[in-house]
């Protein structure tokens, strides 16, 4: 599909965008990173990865920190928070190549059809759902934990095929990169799937001050958790997304076997940045309503981590 | 009905069996403390009361570090928490006139069905809905921000006329003393017109840690806080009990218009005491539940406080 091997940006290289860049970099693609406030760090130290499933690596990167700097890239991997893509859209526009692939690495619903008006009509948007226990220890330096997979699916753009080929594309080029990669046929149930995770986990590590370790080994929380994940799968089933029969189990048990794990939205609490309500909590909540379902515990999780959000950032 | 004037035991004398036992030893009755760990204190500088709507108060007063010291008292007030009831029982008993009023001073469902195995036949057993914001500065300092009211109700005694003349006795004590006080004809009833108040003021101090100000100052915490009072009237009239049109309004209204307060399982929580969870939430949640009722928020309240709960008191 591409006379030359394809070129790669990252938009936020955060945990996420960095730990994929780097790996992509090392598989030898041509990785570009644009970065804000790390860029000073990465310039003179590199970016470095303390992986327990890959070990250690530490390389030098094509660093910017403007998008009018970067050559224009085929694929555009975004990892910075849902609640900056709107300052982004613009950036992202810039560093895309005609047909670029931009591909949104982000938690929650909704985050396509926000950002698709920023675009232009020759560029694809695919949605990835990543399982990996990532987190960022210094600017430039990222721990990985476990899991690592990406899930890709095609959310809008000018394929003639439901971007089966471009989805295809995509997850071949983290599986040559050494990562899980699987193309979802349906963008909307697997953006449903990963919130049967992000829903009870993210809330609680907010609410209840732990991570995922301590939380699954109380019953109380257990119980709460299950609860949570079955409020989100009945949500989803409301919506139309009837999810594998137990997959919230499968998550659950999953969770069980991983590494004890500090979820993104904890850190952000800690930091006083900004938390992902808005495609986590209520637009999923919002979906649901509107599908005539109701989802009290992920309500009232959704109105105490709003209060808590407000408290950490006063108007 | 009585020979001689009461004499009244206080059990536990925090900020409830302190307020108002000191109120009812200014208005002239013979009052007897049981004391544990403020006895020294309370015995060398007295009790001390900072009340915004009856000044400031300094009086010495009748304490005791053993039940077998008192003298047989015809009221009791139980002022201590819930949590304690079963090691109170066999002193509350001791201290216990023939045909003694013991009045729990407590939040929750089932404190009198706990304690009353315990009790002889000839004691009455008589509920206590406070109605206040006072708290305990230190060792026989109590502060009184607002309100007052105790409200009382029979639980179970040989009374011939199912306690009413008791009740109207035992409020007529406390309105001898300045203080607000209503005969309640349905103590079950009245448990649950409490909790519509603790219910969501109590955890909601702890899991968000926030005063009534904040809590009330912000929509989603606001909606929060409704829509668990509405769960407890629903849980209320499930079991039986329809509570007065517009009551959950009321309490918000009034709570709108309290000083900013600090509930005391908040107070419970820092100080990493055992938490009031049986009375406050678990016993409703069971009624509820067995009459057919869920609670889904008051259930998850219920299990993020147990989990805060064991995390403040490991096993």
Redesign the interface.
Known sequence: MHSHPPRIGIIGSGAIGGFYGLMLARAGFDVHFLLRSEYQAVCERGLSLDSAVHGALHMRVQAYVSAADMPPCDWLLIGAKATSNEQLAPLIVQAAAPGAKVVLLQNGLGVEEQLRPALRSDMHLLGGLCFICVNRLAPGVIRHQALGAVNLGYHSGPASDCGVALVNEGAGLFQAAGIDSQAMPNLALARWQKLVWNVPYNG?SV??G?STS??MA?S??R??IQ?LMAEVVQGAAACGHVLPAGYAEHLFQVTERMPDYWPSMYHDHVHKRPLELEAIYAEPLARARAAGCSM??T??????L???D??DRPA
């Open positions: 609680l609410l209840l732990a301590p939380l109380d109380n929380s119980e709460l609860a009290p515990r309500e009232m999780l959704y109105q105490a709003s209060f808590i407000c408290s």
